[in-house]
């Protein structure tokens, strides 16, 4: 028999003898629920559990509007507003070259993107906006450290290419910029 019941009082304890003790766990669950936790780990010696609640989020794919490479070059087009009737050759040769000049300013890290410091505030740099090495162009929030990003380039931005309040993946292109 794999687990053992001592009856003490009205309250049954439970003793396992198997590799996990399911009572256990409920109770865990049930602290996890009342508390409004989402990751519990417990530790036994040489026993370990790590218990997550909450909503399985897969990977999240990103499409940067105007900026592609290579083969995602005709699905950018198409998600830019160019008709399905243009040639996907016609549209990845246009797309490619027209941004084969610009540089992009990446995210450094995953984090909301932010266009101004403050929601009232005017944006850090818009499309036409001369920037330098030294110019804050937008602020990435991360576990609520706000971080404000450098251009860390010189030229004028010609797209920008994340909205205010996303969430951004790191070395995500966030803006184009023209030397």
């Known amino acids: ?16 003898t198997g590799p996990m003790d399911t009572a ?7 602290l996890m629920t009342a508390n409004d936790l989402n990751t519990v780990d417990v530790r036994d010696g ?7 609640r909450g909503a399985v989020v897969g990977p999240t794919v990103y499409a940067s509007p105007g900026y592609s490479s290579g083969a995602h070059a005709s699905q950018a087009g198409l998600a830019t507003g160019m008709s399905s009737g243009a ?13 084969a000049s610009l540089i992009p300013i ?17 944006a850090f740099v818009t499309v036409g906006t001369q920037i330098d090495e030294d110019t804050d162009v937008c602020i990435i929030e991360a576990m609520k450290v706000f971080n404000n990003i450098k251009a860390e380039t010189r ?3 010609t797209k920008v290419l994340a909205t205010n309040g996303q969430t951004v993946e790191f070395g995500q292109p966030l803006f184009l910029v023209k030397q």
């Open 1 to 16: 028999m794999a687990k053992n019941k001592a009856q003490t009082g009205k309250q049954a304890v439970t003793q396992s």
């Open 24 to 30: 256990l766990l409920e109770r865990i669950v049930k």
């Open 46 to 52: 040489d026993k370990r559990v790590i218990l997550k």
């Open 87 to 99: 040639s996907s050759a016609g549209v990845s040769t246009a797309t490619a070259s027209e941004d």
């Open 106 to 122: 990446k995210s450094p890290m995953v984090g909301t993107f932010y266009s101004a410091a403050t929601p009232e505030a005017k």
């Open 155 to 157: 030229g004028t931005i």
